[in-house]
T-cell receptor
Framework: GAVVSQHPSWVICKSGTSVKIECRSL??????MFWYRQFPKQSLMLMAT?????????EQGVEKDKFLINHASLTLSTLTVTSAHPEDSSFYIC?????????FGPGTRLTVL | GESVGLHLPTLSVQEGDNSIINCAYS??????FIWYKQESGKGPQFIID?????DKRQGQRVTVLLNKTVKHLSLQIAATQPGDSAVYFC???????????????FGQGTILTVHP
């Protein structure tokens, strides 16, 4: 159990476009999911907490209007990077709790040209 | 808070040796700790966890030690194999903290390279 998937695994887009990343818990339900960003050779940085049925909670310094989060169901959270710019290029990873442990998705590599 | 580093510590070992990866955590109220393994281009993979009421926990080939006095966590890997090569992160959480449930704080990570 406790498998988390992400789609797409990688995406390349032009500057100014929006990109949607999906995070799914495959064999369990998650009322809360978490979105992280990771730059090369760095640790994971929590961006926001996705809450099913309510607004996401963003960490300090993360623009909520740029990184739109929607927790559509108990197994799906989406992160939309709006008006993407090259500096948004990064590895985006979601996680979902199962018991006390966080299980992570495989990540989505976003490259903005 | 979050941990950011531009140059991750590295550890190189020979196949078959034991590896010890260390981590210092910052929040004295943290009561749950997890070690993750992250291979290149993949998400973190759960290895082992430990609660603050324990000081040692063993898994298959791995042991986690917790020293709350000095806020130090270590991961020991026995008979390290080339497939163990990855970046290892410790993470802390305050399970009893209410609003911080599930919000992991990651350490900077250590790059483990195992030479055949």
């Amino acid at each position: 159990g406790a498998v988390v998937s992400q789609h797409p695994s990688w995406v390349i887009c032009k500057s100014g476009t929006s990109v949607k990343i999906e995070c799914r818990s495959l064999d369990f339900q998650a009322t809360t999911m978490f979105w992280y960003r990771q730059f090369p050779k760095q640790s994971l940085m929590l961006m926001a907490t996705s809450n099913e049925g309510s607004k996401a909670t963003y960490e300090q310094g993360v623009e909520k209007d740029k990184f739109l989060i929607n927790h559509a169901s108990l197994t799906l959270s989406t992160l939309t990077v709006t008006s993407a710019h090259p500096e948004d290029s990064s590895f985006y990873i979601c996680s979902a709790p199962w018991g006390d442990t966080q299980y992570f998705g495989p990540g989505t590599r976003l490259t903005v040209l | 808070g979050e941990s950011v580093g531009l140059h991750l510590p590295t550890l190189s070992v020979q196949e078959g040796d034991n590896s010890i990866i260390n981590c210092a955590y910052s929040n004295s109220a943290s009561d749950y700790f997890i070690w993750y393994k992250q291979e290149s281009g993949k998400g973190p993979q759960f290895i082992i966890d430990i609660r603050s009421n324990m000081d040692k926990r063993q898994g298959q080939r791995v042991t986690v030690l917790l020293n709350k006095t000095v806020k130090h966590l270590s991961l020991q890997i026995a008979a390290t194999q080339p497939g163990d090569s990855a970046v290892y992160f410790c993470a802390e959480n305050e399970l009893t903290g209410g609003t911080s449930y599930g919000k992991l704080t990651f350490g900077q990570g250590t790059i483990l390279t195992v030479h055949p």
